[in-house]
């Protein structure tokens, strides 16, 4: 089975720190995507990757920065933490083939204080 | 462009109780179809897919039909139970070169199945 990993289920940081959520893939995936979920709104891609070093905005990359320097994990980094970055960050990863399904992993809930 | 609408929630039913989820899409050429489903707390997870028209696909009880003519693919179960209370999303392969893998989202609908 695929097994997506992110690093903290719960994370807290306050207002302009620089942080970190991890994702790590153990299927060898070229894509591996990173989404934000609201409540109302659905999930919104942030960015994306089709290979390592390699990346593309998706809808909302405002604030946020991404890091792929090994297949296996891709970073989304907020440069400077703000109130209205709180939200369930999910990560996926699959074959950069068409209409692969992609694979998810347990998501990130983010509080910014 | 590539979009997905989803019948909004939430969908509140009795347990053994009929399922449908209306889902439809807009899409050039022939896109493969998904439904997803998202458990209080966890990620989302792949729950049947379809690749062309009048596939269907199925799981855990589920089933969903790739209709082309009327460019949908509804959710349906035909009995549900509790366990089943969850965040369902239908989703597209998005296409194109530069979009390969990208999947396209419905706004999700939450189904609350009551004992």
């Known amino acids: 089975d695929v097994k997506v990993t992110q690093s903290s289920r719960y994370l807290v940081k306050r207002t302009g720190e620089k942080v970190f959520l991890e994702c790590v893939q153990d299927m060898d995936h070229e894509n591996m995507f990173w989404y934000r979920q609201d409540p109302g709104l659905g999930l919104r891609l942030i960015y994306f990757s089709y290979d390592v070093k390699m990346k593309e905005k998706g809808d909302i990359p405002e604030g946020y920065s991404v890091s792929r320097e090994k297949k296996e994990r891709f970073s989304l980094i907020l440069e400077s933490a703000s109130t209205n970055q709180t939200s369930m960050y999910l990560c996926?990863?699959?074959?950069?083939?068409?209409?692969?399904?992609?694979?998810f992993g347990d998501g990130t809930r983010l509080s910014i204080l | 462009g590539n979009s997905v609408t989803q019948m909004e929630g939430p969908v509140t039913l009795s347990e053994e109780a009929f399922l449908t989820i209306n889902c439809t899409y807009t899409?050039?050429?022939?896109?493969?179809l998904f439904w997803y489903v998202q458990y209080p707390g966890e990620g989302l997870q792949l729950l049947l897919k379809?690749?062309?028209?009048?596939d269907k696909g199925s799981n855990k009880g589920f089933e969903a039909t790739y209709r082309k003519e009327t460019t949908s693919f509804h959710l349906e179960k035909g009995s549900v139970q509790v366990s089943d209370s969850a965040v369902y999303f239908c989703?597209?392969?998005?296409?194109?070169?530069?979009?390969?893998?990208?999947?396209?989202f419905g706004q999700g609908t939450t189904l609350q199945v009551k004992p």
């Open positions: 989703a597209l392969s998005d296409r194109g070169s530069s979009n390969t893998g990208k999947l396209i």
């Open positions: 379809a690749t062309k028209a009048d």
């Open positions: 899409a050039t050429g022939y896109p493969s």
């Open positions: 996926a990863s699959n074959r950069r083939i068409e209409g692969q399904p992609q694979h």
